[in-house]
């Protein structure tokens, strides 16, 4: 059954700490996305990889990190330099077969700093 | 750049009547045209693209769009709305020129109403 996980599907975070979120794909896409969700608004884009080891800051990548060290992960990390961070994270991928526009989302995790 | 607007940011209709969900874009080149759904904290799921072939498009669950170059408009159409039809609908629009990122527009939440 191919898709895209992600986990947790809920996270809670203290002020001050980092935390990761999973992404998985079985779809055999090359590229992978990251996009946050805030109430009321459309996705923007943290960071994305269009192949393995590379990867380039979208519209709001500060205070994010992220690695693609695998064709099927692309995990985010949430760093204490990120000033809200309270969202809904969505992960997302395409081929180069769909011209890369046509994108697959993940069910999202979304994060709570206490 | 491009961009898209939703014109409208929360439609109310009754089951049964018809829905529409406007969508405004602004591109310098052909774009292609997505609405994705979302039901409460979930990801998103493709209902239906534009990319250059017919004009009128049709998705899944009903829904279809037409693609009108002069409007620079793709607004979203169903006949008669179902009370499971009621969630967040975005109209998203990519170009190739800019890496085929998708641009998301503010969201539509659908309000059906029994």
């Known amino acids: ?114 | 750049a491009q961009s898209v607007t939703q014109l409208d940011s929360h439609v109310s209709v009754s089951e049964g009547t018809p829905v529409l969900l406007r969508c405004n874009y602004s591109s310098s080149y052909s774009p292609s045209l997505f609405w994705y759904v979302q039901h409460p904290n979930k990801g998103l799921q493709l209902l239906l693209k534009y990319t250059s072939a017919a004009t009128l498009v049709k998705g899944i669950n009903g829904f279809e769009a037409e693609f009108k170059k002069s409007e620079t408009s793709f607004h979203l159409t169903k006949p008669s709305a179902h009370m499971s039809d009621a969630a967040e609908y975005f109209c998203v629009v990519s170009v190739s020129n800019a890496g085929n990122m998708l641009t998301f527009g503010g969201g539509t939440r659908l309000m059906v109403k029994p």
Not at chain 1, 55 to 81: C, H, M, N, W
Not at chain 1, 106 to 114: A, E, F, I, W, Y
């Open chain 1, 1 to 114: 059954d191919g898709g895209i996980t992600q986990s947790p599907k809920y996270l809670f975070r203290k002020e001050g700490q980092n935390v990761t979120l999973s992404c998985e794909q079985n779809l055999n896409h090359d590229a992978m996305y990251w996009y946050r969700q805030d109430p009321g608004q459309g996705l923007r884009l943290i960071y994305y990889s269009q192949i393995v080891n590379d990867f380039q800051k979208g519209d709001i990548a500060e205070g994010y990190s992220v690695s693609r060290e695998k064709k099927e992960s692309f995990p985010l990390t949430v760093t204490s330099a990120q000033k809200n961070p309270t969202a809904f994270y969505l992960c997302a991928s395409s081929s180069p077969w769909t011209g890369y526009n046509e994108q697959f989302f993940g069910p999202g995790t979304r994060l709570t700093v206490l």
